[in-house]
């Protein structure tokens, strides 16, 4: 029953998004204003439908309905509850039903934020409509997770076990959230070529949802590096996967998009580029998702390969970024160019953010793609792996953080470089110390690492700096919005400080061990005590007790498991994680060499920076999406706007 | 003018080229006879060259993972045959050419330059080229206007 009730709302909904698409479209003419109803009445249906049909899925996992192949193929009684939810995205099917739920609640924030006027908003809809529309289609011709079995198994097969962990539950709805919301900018985007009405309307209307975009893109690679880190056993937190790839992508074009919407919608600055990263930002979105569902690349998070979705995928690709740069080409050169500014000013500066934003997207891009463009022209395979984008990607973002301190110091249209330098300069003071002592300190000697702490402390001490003079010491009277800029650019700087440290300083210990026996790592003594049988809710595990000594008195007891998923017939190590907020003493249990055990150590000094550094830059795009979403309370209409 | 330019950048950067669904890899090399290396060198810096180079290459059953980084049996028979080789005397170049030879480019996480590479290597670098030539004559477009309009 409950497959057929989600099969019959997908049917609604679909239908709901051809009428929203149509009325939308039709609304965005002037005076068309029974169509513009029509249009949100059908977005309204059709967000309840598409919310019915996940509950459905939902439903059916939780009560563990296996007449559902999906359901059949990736749960099981035996799982946890928990996972039982989160599960639901954790496979194709049900990952692309989140992704259509997604963009209902970006649907309904559109239809019921009204940013932008009539015509805008109506226009908006109508291409979410079309999105919609093909996303549903995708689902029901080639993904549909509510097909039927015949006779229902009495148990399923269970969830792929890399999966059944917390931080890769919230990852996917993260990732999506941060994909989905490019979508409303691409819709705003598309809307504003559609109507031509309003210059920088589109950008205020849109930018909300690029920073609710940009947030949760930001949190859903910060979780999945984490999740790599502590789940996959090697102490490594980011491999330039060609999956990885694909959500770092579009958030290299959310970042750029970001800063140009800004300047857009103060001073009228870049319109067309504008335009153009909105529409970008939103193809790599839909690229990365033709990568990961398609099958091109097999990893992790691809699940059955399958060329029919993936020629699915492939054409909506080809129609949606196609019409889009098609409708762009068209109507953009009308547009009025009115950027009007000296070389010295904010606006330069976001202009060589987008250069080395867009170049080091560029980069990622090419490294992604390579491999696969080169196979199928001549057959040759090779691999792109972290040393090319060593040598590619870390020079653009070294250049980009050098610059990052400049854009909140220099004004609109006209900046004072000189006094713009002035006020740097302890920031610059600063740097050099950290890496002065960095060199100084810190063995083994590297002058990259204090180089790159020259970088880091120069973006942090800046960015503390112009906190400092906003505040001028009263920071209770600072208006939230001061502090976007500062936690974010700050956290840039804090991120590079956990990489740096855990690449160039790491203590590595990959050894066999008796019980009873000690080893140090890092300045670390362990000890392993012994390692016993446990039983887990759907897993057994082997369970090391490992004694973290220092000066023979034991300061902590670890536990790195190795869990055995029987139904799945899959081994995954536990990883055991002790923090300083400085360093982490990070333990993986291998397998048993005759009497012992091997044991992979890792002590990686800075490591949790590399999270923090996403907090933060999370928290400053959550301060600057406060401050617009107050300002909407209280003035609806105003067209001013505040210092961001 | 510069709406042309705009194009062609975004072509450069976003066009796709034709992708098609990778095809099951019949070609995976034969298990490898593990060369009798030991697992781990007692001497240090021995040690360490093995530990760089086998970050150089990647395991070639699994997706993306480095020799380093992989739990699989072929990486584990690749780690001791490059300290095999270490201890046998060869040079970090030897050993690359040796596993270049048998396994191809594929192995190599850093791909060569070559004349079907120098898109991959080039390529980031003209579009910052790229990229840098239309800021710079926006700037200056950008200027003339403002000293214009204060004029």
Not at chain 1, 83 to 89: E, P, Q
Not at chain 1, 473 to 490: D, I, Q, V
Not at chain 1, 566 to 576: L, N
Not at chain 2, 17 to 22: E, G, L, N, T
């Amino acid at each position: 029953m409950t497959g057929e009730l989600g099969q019959l709302a997908l049917c609604l909904a679909l239908v709901l998004s051809l009428i929203q698409a149509g009325a939308g479209l039709v609304g965005a003419r002037p005076g068309a204003a029974h169509a513009r109803s029509i249009a949100s009445g059908a977005a309204l249906g059709f967000v309840v439908f598409v919310v019915l049909a996940f509950g459905a899925l939902m439903y059916a996992s939780v009560v563990s309905d296996f007449s559902l192949l999906n359901i059949w193929q990736n749960s099981s009684t035996d799982k946890p509850l928990l996972y039982k939810i989160t599960g639901v995205w954790g496979d194709h099917e049900g990952s692309m039903l989140l992704w259509v739920t997604v963009l209902a609640v970006y649907t309904l924030a559109i239809v019921f934020a009204r940013r932008g006027g009539e015509r805008l908003t109506s226009a908006a809809l109508g291409v979410q409509g079309l999105l919609a529309l093909a996303f549903l289609l995708f689902i029901l011709f080639t993904s549909n997770p509510f097909l039927r079995i015949d006779p229902a198994p009495f148990q399923g097969q269970g969830l792929n076990p890399l999966l059944q962990d917390p931080g890769l539950a919230l990852h996917p709805p993260m990732l999506y959230i941060g994909y989905v919301g490019l979508s409303a900018a691409f819709s705003y985007a598309a809307a504003a070529l559609i109507t031509m009405h309003g210059d920088a309307d589109w950008a205020r209307a849109a930018r909300p949802f690029i920073l609710a975009a940009w947030i949760t893109l930001t949190l859903g690679i910060t979780l999945g590096s984490w999740w790599a880190y502590y789940e996959l056993g090697w102490g490594g937190f980011w491999f330039w996967d060609p999956v990885e790839n694909a959500s770092l992508m579009p958030w290299l074009l959310a970042t750029a998009l970001l800063h140009s919407a800004l300047a857009t919608e103060r001073t009228g600055a870049f319109k067309t580029w504008t335009l153009l990263l909105a529409i970008g930002g939103f193809s790599l979105s839909l690229i990365g998702t033709f990568l990961v569902r398609s099958g091109v690349l097999s990893s992790v998070h691809s699940f059955a390969s399958d060329p029919k979705r993936g020629m699915f995928i492939l054409m909506m690709l080809v129609a949606a970024i196609g019409s889009a740069l098609a409708l762009f080409a068209w109507r953009a050169p009308q547009l009025q160019e009115g950027a009007a500014f000296e070389p010295a000013s904010k606006e330069t500066t976001f202009l060589l953010n987008n250069v080395f934003l867009v170049a080091a997207c560029a980069t990622v891009f090419i490294g992604t793609i390579y491999p696969l463009a080169l196979e199928a022209y001549n057959g040759t395979k090779i691999s792109v792996g972290p040393p090319f984008f060593a040598i590619t990607f870390a020079p653009l973002f070294v250049a980009l953080m050098a610059l990052v301190p400049f854009g909140p110091l220099l004004g609109w249209r006209r900046g004072n470089l000189r006094e713009a330098v002035r006020a740097l300069t302890p920031a610059l003071g600063l740097a050099a110390l950290a890496g002065v002592i960095v060199l100084a300190v810190a063995r083994p000697v590297s002058l990259a690492a204090a180089g790159a702490f020259v970088l880091a402390f120069w973006v942090i001490g800046a960015s503390a700096l112009d906190l400092w003079r906003r505040g001028r010491g009263k920071f209770r009277a600072l208006p939230l919005s001061a502090y976007a800029s500062t936690l974010a650019h700050a956290g840039l700087g804090i991120t590079l400080l956990g990489i740096v440290g855990t690449t160039v300083w790491k203590g590595e210990l990959i050894t066999v061990m008796n019980p009873g026996q000690t080893a140090t790592v890092g300045g670390y003594t362990l000890r392993l005590d012994r390692v016993e049988d446990v039983q887990g809710p759907n897993y057994i595990a082997q369970r090391a007790v490992i004694d973290v000594l220092d000066n023979g008195q034991v300061i902590s007891t670890m536990n790195p498991e190795k869990r055995m998923f029987p139904r799945m017939g899959q081994t995954v190590s536990d990883t055991a994680i002790r923090t300083t907020g400085f360093e982490d003493l990070y333990l993986a249990l291998g397998d048993q060499r005759g009497t012992g055990w091997t044991v992979r150590a890792y002590a990686n000094p800075l490591a949790p920076f590399i999270w923090f550094g996403g907090l933060f830059m999370a928290l400053g795009g959550f301060a600057s999406l406060w401050t617009r979403l107050r300002l909407k309370v209280r003035a609806p209409s105003a067209n001013t706007v505040p210092a961001e | 003018m510069r709406r042309a330019l705009f194009i062609a950048l975004f072509a450069l950067v976003f066009a796709l080229p034709a992708a098609r669904p990778a095809q099951a890899d019949a070609s995976l090399p034969a298990a490898v006879e593990a060369q009798n290396g030991p697992e781990h060198i007692a001497d240090p810096s021995l040690e360490a060259r093995a530990v760089a180079l086998q970050k150089q290459f990647r395991c070639l059953v699994c997706q993306g993972e480095s020799l380093d980084e992989s739990n699989a049996d072929l990486a584990k028979d690749l780690r001791r045959l490059i300290r095999a080789r270490i201890l046998a005397g060869d040079s970090d170049k030897q050993i690359t050419d040796f596993l270049v030879s048998r396994y191809g480019d594929f192995i190599l996480m850093k791909p060569p330059l070559q004349e079907d590479t120098y898109l991959l290597w080039f390529g980031p670098l003209a579009v910052l080229l790229i990229a840098g030539g239309v800021a710079s004559w926006v700037v200056v477009k950008a200027r003339t206007r403002n000293r214009v309009a204060t004029d």
